[in-house]
Nanobody
Framework: QVQLVESGGGLVQTGGSLRLSCAAS????????MGWFRQAPGKEREFVAA????????YYADSVKGRFTITWDNAKNTVYLQMNSLDIDDTRVYYC???????????????????WGQGTQVTVSS
């Protein structure tokens, strides 16, 4: 079993930055595929970024490419999402997700993940 706890959300002005953290327990992040998703009220959960279990490959939604960066710190067993140049449209609840290594993993698909955190709110104001 893997437990994920997100932190780092909050209120920020347009153009600002935030760094989200996802602390994992139960398994090391270097042996998990890790992803970030986000969701607005009444909308479907959408993919933001992912990193594979070797850390050698990262994936981004087009809407965040060049602004967001996903990394992991094996020593802290934590995955980060650095978010720069934030826009009002980035206002969402952000979720961390994880999956053990598997054939056919689709990093951008929420159904590919087994474990989910509780979410952290990011609000961008003008």
């Amino acid at each position: 079993q893997v437990q994920l706890v997100e932190s780092g959300g909050g209120l920020v002005q347009t153009g600002g930055s935030l760094r989200l953290s996802c602390a994992a327990s139960g398994r090391t992040v270097s042996r998990l595929g890790m992803g970030w998703f986000r969701q607005a009220p009444g909308k479907e959960r959408e993919f933001v970024a992912a990193i594979n279990w070797s850390g050698g490959s990262t994936y981004y939604a087009d809407s965040v490419k060049g602004r967001f960066t996903i990394t992991w710190d094996n020593a802290k067993n934590t995955v980060y999402l650095q978010m720069n140049s934030l826009d009002i449209d980035d206002t969402r609840v952000y979720y961390c997700a994880a999956v053990p290594p598997m054939t056919g993993w689709a990093p951008g698909q929420a159904r590919s993940y087994y474990y989910w955190g509780q979410g952290t709110q990011v609000t961008v104001s003008s």
